[in-house]
């Protein structure tokens, strides 16, 4: 798949993305991930240096929890935790952007039920409940790992569908 990358781009720095919300610790979870899909695809050589041939640079904008599904009493069910980030992704030696895009995420949650026992599969992998090892916990928290997954994951797919 490397070899849809522009030839001048061997590698990748990633630095912190920017946290232009309140929510805590989701640059950090977003910048990891983002790496690791990047490592686990094999498309480019991840460096420290600012000096590298690229650099994914990102500013989560918003970070919102809203209202989702409503039950018989009009009570709210769900709710759905969304989160928006700018990347852009530069070709540091030519000083091109090659990738400028708004990326959305988002990951639904109940604060009435458990995920690891509520028969739904909360992170859209095909496994339910106790048999998904990452199915459990503080439901936003899920929710929210989804939707940095997601973005993760479309990030990735834009810079291989780039060229």
């Known amino acids: ?28 979870n977003l910048t990891s991930k983002i790496t690791q899909e990047i ?8 460096t420290n240096n600012e000096k590298s041939d690229s650099s994914i640079l990102g500013v989560i904008s918003s970070a919102n929890d809203g209202p989702f599904s409503f039950d018989s009493n009009e009570q709210v069910d769900e709710y759905r935790f ?7 992704w530069v ?8 990738i400028e895009k708004t990326f959305t995420g988002f990951g639904n949650y109940s604060i009435n039920n458990d995920p690891s026992s ?25 929710a929210i790992n989804i939707a940095i997954n997601k973005i993760a994951s ?10």
């Not at 969304?82 to 852009?88: K, M, R, W």
């Not at 070709?91 to 090659?98: A, G, H, I, M, S």
């Not at 599969?121 to 199915?135: H, K, T, W």
């Not at 479309?154 to 060229?163: K, P, Q």
């Open 118 to 142: 509520d028969g739904i599969d909360n992170d859209n992998d095909g496994i339910l409940d106790e048999n998904d090892d990452d199915e459990f916990g503080d439901s936003r928290e899920l």
């Open 91 to 98: 070709d540091n030696q030519n000083e091109k952007n090659l």
């Open 82 to 88: 969304s989160i928006n980030v700018q990347i852009v």
């Open 1 to 28: 798949m490397a070899g849809s990358i522009p030839a001048n781009i061997n590698n990748v720095y990633i630095p912190l993305i920017q946290n232009d919300t309140v929510e805590f610790e989701i640059a950090e």
């Open 39 to 46: 490592a686990i695809q094999n498309i480019l050589k991840i």
């Open 154 to 163: 479309d990030i990735v797919n834009s810079i291989l569908s780039t060229w």
